[in-house]
């Protein structure tokens, strides 16, 4: 089954008004593949969302960076599922590592997140990824099958989510995984749906990779056979991402 690609940009906790309005104007002028071929979907960070999607060509999308784990309420400081689906924000990257890590953002929370965004309406992009002690020890497997079991169990529809792996030691250290690296842990995670939630699902599910992809190392992860995409970081902020997006060709 043909599995679109995808490319996401996550702008972390960056950007100024000017530097989003200029980020937008290279994306808009930008000569990529069209959308049925390749999905893409920009991350700003909360205050920009409804700016970038008012100034975004119509052929790319608009993800928030994380929302709550339930209905909004006496949360201060946080952002409702229903806050992004009332702004018609179609995506929410969960789960993303450096939540996890910096703010103990368990498995449980996690899949909790993501069974109430997807509930709302919203399309989830689920991040996972192993640290580099947890490679070292030969425990990758283990950690993302994990990781992924706790977001598989609240999933009941597929087609709206996105699996990210993003392995820790890669995400904005410069140390992007080697295509072969990539794909071994792809086919694996393709092999955990296939077994644990079904054929159709594994064949269907877009698994992209996440953690220090470039302009220059994009078109290599891109071609290998379980890679459907990207989770870019630090270079979805420059020009580059252009290029990136174009890996799909
Ligand atoms: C990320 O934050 O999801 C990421 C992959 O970052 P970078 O591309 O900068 O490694």
Known sequence: MARKFFVGGNWKCNGTTEEVKKIITTLNEAEVPSQDVVEVVVSPPFVFLTFVKSLLRSDFHVAAQNCWVRKGGAFTGEISAEMLVNLSIPWVIIGHSERRALLNESNEFVGDKVAYALSQGLKVIACIGETLEERE??????????????????VTNWDNVVL???????????????????????????????????????????????????????????????????????ASLKPEFVDIIKAAM
Not at 137 to 154: D, H, L, P, R, W
Request: aromatic letters at 6%.
């Open 164 to 234: 990210a792996y993003e392995p820790v030691w890669a995400i904005g250290t410069g140390k992007v995984a080697t295509p072969a690296q990539a794909q071994e842990v792809h086919c694996e995670l393709r092999k955990w749906l296939h077994e644990n939630v079904g054929g159709d699902i594994a064949a269907s599910t877009r698994i992209i990779y996440g953690g220090s992809v470039n302009g220059a190392n994009c078109k290599e992860l891109a071609a290998q056979p379980d890679v459907d995409g990207f989770l870019v970081g630090g």
């Open 137 to 154: 020890s030969g425990s990758t497997m283990a950690v993302v099958a994990a990781q992924t079991k706790a977001v598989a169990g609240k």
